[in-house]
């Protein structure tokens, strides 16, 4: 890669699946789509250009991460190398005490009765 492959802006969608903040180019792409992705404060589409210095809010699973674009790649890296692109300004993810256990069945207690069924349907909100 030469200097002046570096200094190109990249697309936002290739940047966010470079870095590892989605798992694919298609969901980084439907979530600028869907107005999950701001840069700078602004929704964007798949195709902006992202350069060095952008603030880049990507809102997942109910958390919002927040990252400051410091290196722009456009080729998927180690998760090691991905770290080292931006600086993570997220807040902390909610403790895991705060989300309700699921039912869990005990191994080999067999299918759940009907009852059983309508309670754990009850408990997900179905």
Not at 57 to 62: E, I, K, L, T, W
């Amino acid at each position: 890669m030469t200097s002046a492959d570096a200094a190109a802006p990249v697309r936002v969608d290739s940047w966010i699946w470079s870095v590892r903040l989605t798992k694919s180019r298609s969901m980084a792409a439907d979530a600028c789509r869907g107005g999950h992705v701001k840069v700078n404060n602004e929704s964007v589409k798949p195709s902006h250009l992202v350069r060095v210095g952008d603030e880049v809010r990507v809102r997942q699973d109910q958390r919002e991460r927040v990252v400051v674009v410091s290196k722009l790649i456009s080729k998927r890296v180690s998760a090691p190398a991905a770290a080292e692109c931006y600086v993570d300004n997220s807040p902390p993810p909610p403790p895991r005490e705060l989300f309700a256990p699921l039912a869990v069945r005990e191994r080999g207690a067999g299918r759940p009765t009907k009852r059983e069924r309508r309670d754990m349907d009850r408990l997900r909100g179905r």
